[in-house]
């Protein structure tokens, strides 16, 4: 079956940068969009961007622009979120999740990452 | 960017009730709507794509309709494992973005 499998907790100061890997399994990795979503505790969900590992498009919401990369490995089907010069208002819990065709819903995610920024 | 509002933020609701929540966005964005639903600690699920599309494996007593910039997602006969956050997205032009959510909780 379809499974993302993100990789575990961390702990970052701030200024510090962390990159969180998404894992898929059960599909093939390069027919579908990737995309990262995050949730601050008890807050809503921001779409942070997406990336497509066939065509290497991949655009960023504009506020993380500056310090956002998404990448991804074919060989390992294993997609990345790195965010740099990190703030205490980046901790949140950091999702991946695949587009659905065409159809831009997000029909399959990972467990999601905490990640926390304190000094 | 547009902007999507859902209301209530909130409501509570007895089992078997039938229960609405809507998603107005600021501009037209067609039939490009999701649904989700959420519960503490998991990730959200996907419900309802193109608007009115029931993801597989989702019970028929969720129903998405609209179109346009107004949209509705109906649980029909409301259950108690139903009590969630539920959160509309749009997908119709970069970037991407999610209603606040609402909560449903079971009386």
């Known amino acids: 079956q379809v499974q993302l499998v993100q990789s575990g907790a961390e702990v970052r100061k701030p200024g510090a940068s962390v990159k969180v890997s998404c894992k898929a399994s059960?599909?093939?990795?390069?027919?579908?969009?990737f995309n990262w979503v995050r949730q601050a505790s008890g807050q809503g969900l921001e779409w942070m961007g997406w990336?497509?590992?066939?065509?290497?498009?991949?655009g960023y919401v504009q506020k993380f622009q500056d310090r956002v990369a998404m990448t991804w490995d074919t060989s390992t089907s294993t997609a990345y979120m790195e965010l740099s010069t990190l703030r205490s208002d980046d901790t949140a819990v950091y999702f991946c999740?695949?587009?659905?065709?065409?159809?831009?819903?997000?029909?399959?995610w990972g467990q999601g990452t905490l990640v926390t920024v304190s000094s | 960017d547009i902007q999507l509002t859902q209301s209530p933020s909130s409501v509570s609701a007895s089992v078997g009730d039938r229960v609405t929540i809507t998603c107005r966005a600021s501009?037209?964005?067609?039939?490009?709507l999701a649904w989700y639903q959420q519960t503490p600690g998991k990730a959200p699920k996907l419900l309802i794509f193109?608007?009115?599309s029931l993801q597989s494996g989702v019970p028929s007593r969720f129903r998405g309709s609209g179109s346009g910039t107004d949209f509705t997602l109906t649980i029909s006969s409301l259950q108690p494992e139903d009590s969630a956050t539920y959160y509309c997205?749009?997908?119709?032009?970069?970037?991407?973005?999610f209603g606040q959510g609402t909560k449903v909780e079971i009386k």
């Open positions: 990336m497509n590992p066939d065509s290497g498009n991949r």
């Open positions: 193109a608007a009115s």
């Open positions: 999740a695949r587009t659905y065709h065409a159809t831009g819903a997000l029909d399959q």
């Open positions: 501009q037209d964005i067609s039939s490009w």
């Open positions: 997205q749009h997908a119709d032009s970069f970037p991407w973005t």
């Open positions: 059960g599909y093939t990795f390069t027919s579908y969009d």
